[in-house]
């Protein structure tokens, strides 16, 4: 009896860290699009990439919120997974153990407020308006040369589509996302 109990658990953990990673990777390999990166979006920099990564995670884990069963399960394993991926990064990098805790603890605290800001944004009633607000100061700095109004609608386009999508597409990490060449122009 035991046995099956722990059986059935260890399956479950399995799972959900194959669905984690599979989110994680639809999410990274979205995140990179060419389409995000130009004079008026992105740049192509660590913090480009970590704005883009963020952004995709972000929506994602706004979709888990409604996944049963173990949506909540899976948002957190694919919270851990990301930084797990960010930590192997900054050793590949060289960075000292001491340095990767503070810049762990930093992004942490960046991504939290921005998951909040976009789950805030997506929730309003004016969802376009509050997302280009919620960009422009959190991914560009204020900087108004920067195209923060596609890349809301870039945002809510992507929002709609994981909406639209199964909880078993969504747990299988099939997601299909909008192309950002066809709104970031």
């Not at 399956?11 to 599979?22: A, D, F, L, P």
């Not at 762990?104 to 805030?120: F, H, K, M, S």
């Not at 308006?129 to 959190?138: C, D, G, K, P, T």
Request: charge should be neutral; proline fraction near 2%; charged fraction near 25%.
């Amino acid at each position: 009896m035991q046995m099956m109990v722990l059986s059935r658990l260890l399956g479950k953990k399995s799972r959900i860290r194959k669905s984690s990673g599979q989110l994680l990777s639809s999410a990274s390999q979205q995140s990179r699009h060419p389409a995000f990166y130009s004079d008026r979006g992105l740049s192509d920099s660590l913090d480009g990439r970590f704005e883009s990564i963020t952004l995709h995670i972000a929506l994602i884990m706004r979709r888990l919120k409604s996944v049963q069963p173990s949506g909540a399960a899976l948002a957190e394993d694919l919270c851990t997974a990301l930084f797990s991926s960010f930590d192997h990064a900054f050793r590949e990098m060289g960075t000292s153990d001491v340095a990767i805790a503070r810049k762990i603890r930093q992004l942490g605290e960046a991504y939290a407020g921005r998951v909040a800001a976009y789950n805030d944004s997506l929730s309003s009633e004016d969802a376009l308006q509050s997302l280009e607000a919620a960009i422009l100061r959190n991914v560009f700095g204020g900087d108004s040369t920067r195209d923060a109004a596609q890349f809301a609608k870039y945002t809510l386009a992507a929002d709609t589509a994981l909406a639209k999508q199964s909880d078993d597409a969504v747990w299988n990490g099939q997601i299909n996302w909008p192309d950002p060449a066809d709104i970031l122009n």
